[in-house]
């Protein structure tokens, strides 16, 4: 059987030490698939932090959001796959639009990584209004 790699985690807003449980630990019985985990701060649910974790590996999917940063996140992947569905991309040519936009390398535009802020300006970006002759506006 294959070992899964341990990733150490500290939650940004308390300091403790994050661990990896089920995803029906914070989504209760109901959880559609049974098969996700999350790193979920050592004080939840005094603390809410907490991220996915990729299925195959384990490995975080992002950093760890409290309740508003991950509202925040989820708004932007929503917009930009408006964005997506409006401008016939593949989900590929919409991560390499938001890169070039927001002068990000491949590494760097993950949209489970972002900040408050930086989630704003992917939602301000895919809702700008399309230039005359079909490109996006600056």
């Keep these: 059987m294959k070992t899964m790699k341990k990733y150490s985690l500290k939650c940004p807003y308390c300091g403790s030490p ?17 098969k996700s985990y999350l790193y979920i701060c050592s004080r939840w649910p005094a603390c809410d932090a907490y ?4 299925k195959r ?6 950093t760890m959001a409290d309740r508003r940063l ?13 964005l ?12 390499v639009w938001l890169q070039a936009k ?6 760097q535009a993950h949209i489970g990584m972002f900040s408050e802020q ?9 809702r700008s209004p399309v230039r005359p002759g079909g490109g996006m506006a600056a």
């Design 18 to 34: 994050a661990v990896c449980r089920p995803a029906s630990t914070v989504y209760g019985a109901d959880t559609i698939d049974r």
């Design 84 to 95: 997506q569905k409006e401008r016939h991309m593949d989900k590929w040519a919409a991560y």
């Design 51 to 54: 991220v996915s974790a990729h």
């Design 57 to 62: 590996d384990r490995r975080p999917m992002g």
């Design 102 to 107: 927001l002068g990000l390398d491949e590494s």
């Design 118 to 126: 930086m989630c704003e300006q992917v939602i301000s970006l895919c």
């Design 70 to 82: 991950r509202r925040k996140r989820i708004q932007a992947h929503e917009a930009l796959k408006r």
